[in-house]
């Protein structure tokens, strides 16, 4: 059984830099088959797929955020991580990584992140 | 936006029949991608509640179902039960989003009471 567990500052500035980790244990992010994603939830909200990359590491991003987003793999950590520019108030929310095959099978408990000066 | 409309809320008595709708398009759903749907309970990460249309995973009770129907999909909860009360929310794939070939689309969810 998979588990998640994001890390990473919960107050960022607005116009610098968010950046996540996912630790995953229980299995290997290199194990072909999954992929590996980051999603959020603005509160009050719903659910936004920011991108997401392959066991591979090929990356996919969603167009509204592309510009800005980068998510990397770290195969001798077995994490994954994601880094957001250029943030806004509009970036603050619950980010929450996740694996599966084409669907979130295995989540982390999710992250608040407050962009705020 | 979501290019997958759910009703924001639904409610039903304690064990009754309660069904959520997800509406598509021929770019998703009406495309033959896959449709999985996922329960939030307040204050926690979603949960897998069915996937590929209509499989539960392990663990899930076999209260809810799902379906799929041209460009829809829906899940069914029969004998509502208190515990059920949560957030529920589709999802799909979109051929039609970015340039690259499509992009992963959550429903815009549906808030479920129980009365």
């Known amino acids: 059984q998979l588990q998640l567990q994001e890390s990473g500052s919960g107050l960022v500035k607005p116009s610098q830099t968010l950046s996540l980790t996912c630790a995953v244990s229980g299995g290997s992010i290199s194990s072909g088959g999954y992929s590996w994603y980051w999603i959020r939830q603005p509160p009050g909200k719903g659910l936004e797929w920011i991108g997401y990359i392959y066991h591979s590491g090929s990356t996919y991003y969603n167009p509204s955020l592309k510009s800005r987003v980068t998510i990397s793999l770290d195969r001798s950590k077995n994490q994954f991580s994601l880094k957001l520019s250029s943030v806004t108030a509009a970036d603050t929310a619950v980010y929450y990584c996740?694996?599966?095959?084409?669907?979130?099978?295995?989540w982390g408990q999710g992250t608040l992140v407050n962009v705020s000066s | 936006q979501s290019v997958l409309t759910q009703p924001p809320s639904v409610s039903g008595a304690p064990g009754q029949r309660v069904t959520i709708s997800c509406t598509g398009s021929?770019?998703?759903?009406?495309?033959?991608?896959?449709v999985h749907w996922y329960q939030q309970l307040p204050g926690t990460a979603p949960k897998l509640l069915i996937y590929v249309n209509n499989n539960r995973p392990s663990g899930v009770p076999d209260r809810f179902s799902g379906s799929k129907s041209g460009t829809s999909a829906s899940l069914a909860i029969t004998g509502l039960q208190a515990e059920d009360e949560a957030d529920y929310y589709c999802q799909s794939y979109d051929s039609s989003l970015g340039g690259s070939g499509g992009f992963y689309v959550f429903g815009t969810g549906t808030k479920v009471t129980v009365l």
């Open positions: 996740a694996g599966g095959e084409g669907r979130g099978d295995y």
């Open positions: 021929s770019s998703n759903i009406g495309a033959g991608y896959n």
